[in-house]
């Protein structure tokens, strides 16, 4: 497709249960960011990759949370010991390079129960 | 100092008005300037973006004015239409937009037919 594609769209699971999340960026975009947007806290930041440099890690919230890019394409955050708190939409987007406007998917519906 | 402070919350247009959201921004380090435009279960989509050395960017309905002394941006939105009633937010990032975009609380805008 020609966007950002996130699966699933959906995700309902249980307290203390791990998660993943899947993000499969634009073709030939180097730059992937992931964020989190919540009725509290609005859209923020969680990480970000750029090419085979060191991922920008600065907005994850707890070493629960972790990421990684394989190939230099599709990513997978996941979630280990979920908390109702982790309950958001969680948005990954995708740059040509990272001075490229960023385009976002329609991201995961993440619900905790 | 990382904040982006948005206003209104909500905003309520009748069709064929103008519709303005302003941002504010602390950190002078902050030198790309893009709002999204968001609506229901989708992702944010880029509408417009301005870096500090222009003080006013247009396209088509859709103009952004900057003003680096104010520390200060807003979205005008000219000859609103019922389309437009989406959720809007502004954002900042610094280094050209090569790093996380820091997003204001966003602005709930319906466009009364």
């Known amino acids: 497709g020609a966007g950002v594609s996130q699966s699933p769209s959906n995700k309902v699971t249980e307290k203390g249960k791990d998660v993943e999340l899947r993000c499969d960026p634009i073709s030939g975009h180097t730059a992937l960011y992931w964020y989190r947007q919540s009725l509290g806290q609005g859209l923020e930041f969680l990480i970000y990759?750029?090419?085979?440099?060191?991922?920008?890690k600065s907005g994850l919230p707890s070493d629960r949370f972790s990421a990684e890019r394989t190939g230099g394409s599709v990513s997978t955050l996941t979630i280990q010991r979920t908390q109702q708190e982790d309950s958001a939409v969680y948005l990954c987007?995708?740059?040509?390079?990272?001075?490229?406007?960023?385009?976002f998917g329609d991201g995961t519906r993440l619900s905790i129960l | 100092q990382q904040q982006v402070k948005q206003s209104p919350q909500s905003l309520i247009v009748q069709k064929g008005g103008i519709s303005i959201i302003n941002c504010a921004y602390e950190n002078t380090a902050f030198d790309y300037f893009p709002w999204y435009q968001q609506f229901p279960g989708k992702g944010p989509a880029l509408l417009i973006a301005i870096r500090p050395d222009v003080s006013e960017k247009k396209e088509g309905r859709f103009t952004i004015s900057f003003n680096k002394s104010a520390k200060q941006f807003s979205l005008h939105i000219m000859d609103s239409q019922p389309g437009d009633s989406a959720t809007y937010f502004c954002a900042a990032s610094m280094n050209r937009g090569a790093q996380k975009l820091v997003f204001g609380q966003g602005t709930r805008l319906t466009i009364n037919p």
């Open positions: 990759f750029q090419g085979n440099s060191a991922p920008d």
């Open positions: 987007a995708s740059s040509l390079d990272q001075i490229q406007p960023q385009h």
